[in-house]
């Protein structure tokens, strides 16, 4: 039994052992979908190849606004000093210095409570967003192909050094603040796992493909293609269509045209993944007694019967 907690409530999810089959191949649904590309983006939370569009929630603006007053509320509440034999004497607005002995004010005790229960609700919201969005796809479609973002490269700071200091530094703060709301690392290890609960396939297109610079008509490149342009316009053909809609159009084929093998000339697209790879994604987990729990299983390893990769390699949709 794991224990964990979010804001005030306490969860225990209990571990059972149960041989579920995997599904042997796509669902009527699923292959009548087909393959899909999806890119991932903050002006729209995903443009699927086949047009459709997913609408970014931001959640963590909607709760900016109760976020901050909480948060200056709980900057308002203090500490009481206690005396040597645990009485309240004073009442301090700064933390007391160590060797001091102090306890929470009954105000901050509830202020805290009041940001934690925001930042809980805030994660429940974006939980169900994701869940959403990946259950859509693995149960439409026989082949998500999604790109390989590099999150922490995208989102690391403009700020650059002292002595080349970066340029549009808050501008980026703000989109690195959007990405990590968005929670893409997330979408994908669900992705992951439910390709293989559902008998779907996850394809990886390759990091280095320029799938927002190339044209998915005519498969020329553009040099150079700002974040502000929304729409695609090619200089060789002539092609004028919404940016992130190209972009899924090319991680599509560039995921499906088997370039996506590593340098070690394995696939990466894979339902049968190791979970233990992904195992640091879990929450902590502790027995009743406090100890920490070793090794956590995840919720595709607990999958019995889940392919191993060369099946995965081998496996051919029906058509
Ligand atoms: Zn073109």
């Known amino acids: 039994m794991t224990i964990s907690h979010t804001g005030k409530y306490w969860w225990a999810s209990i571990l059972v052992d149960e041989r579920i089959d995997q599904p042997a191949h796509p669902t009527a649904r699923q292959r009548a979908g087909g393959p899909v590309g999806m890119d991932l983006g903050v002006h729209c939370l995903a443009v699927l190849s086949n047009g459709e569009l997913i609408a970014n929630p931001r959640h963590l603006r909607t709760a900016a606004n109760r976020l901050a007053k909480a948060q200056r509320q709980l900057a308002r509440t203090g500490w009481w000093i206690l005396n040597g034999s645990g ?10 210095p160590r060797g001091v002995a102090y306890k929470p004010t009954t105000g901050r005790l509830k202020a805290r409570a009041r940001v934690s229960r925001l930042y809980a609700e805030l994660a429940a919201r974006r939980a169900t967003t994701q869940h959403a969005l990946t259950k ?37 703060a703000g989109l690195n603040r959007s ?14 796992y439910k390709t293989g ?62 370039n996506n093998y590593d340098a070690c000339g394995t696939q990466e697209s894979l339902n049968a993944r190791p979970a233990a790879r992904r195992a640091s994604a ?26 191993t990769q060369t099946e995965a390699r081998n496996y051919k949709p029906d058509t």
């Open 136 to 172: 859509h796809l693995v149960t439409n479609y026989d082949r998500i192909a999604i790109e390989d973002l590099n999150v922490a490269g995208m989102t690391c700071s403009a700020k650059g050094s002292q002595d080349a200091p970066g340029s549009n530094v808050a501008a980026k």
């Open 282 to 307: 879990q929450p902590v987990a502790t027995t009743l007694d406090g100890q920490a729990i070793a090794s956590q299983v995840t919720p595709a390893k607990q999958l019995a019967g889940h392919p």
């Open 87 to 96: 009485q309240p004497t004073q009442l301090s607005r700064r933390r007391p």
């Open 179 to 192: 990405i990590l709301d968005l929670g893409f690392g997330e979408i994908r290890r669900q992705l992951e």
């Open 197 to 258: 609960w559902y008998g779907s396939q996850l394809v990886v297109a390759d990091r280095y493909a320029p799938t927002s610079k190339m044209c998915s008509v005519c498969r020329a490149v553009k040099p150079k293609l700002s974040l502000a342009e929304r729409t695609y316009t090619c200089n060789w053909c002539g092609t004028s269509i919404d940016r992130d809609f190209n972009a899924a159009c090319n991680i599509l084929s560039v995921a499906t045209n088997a």
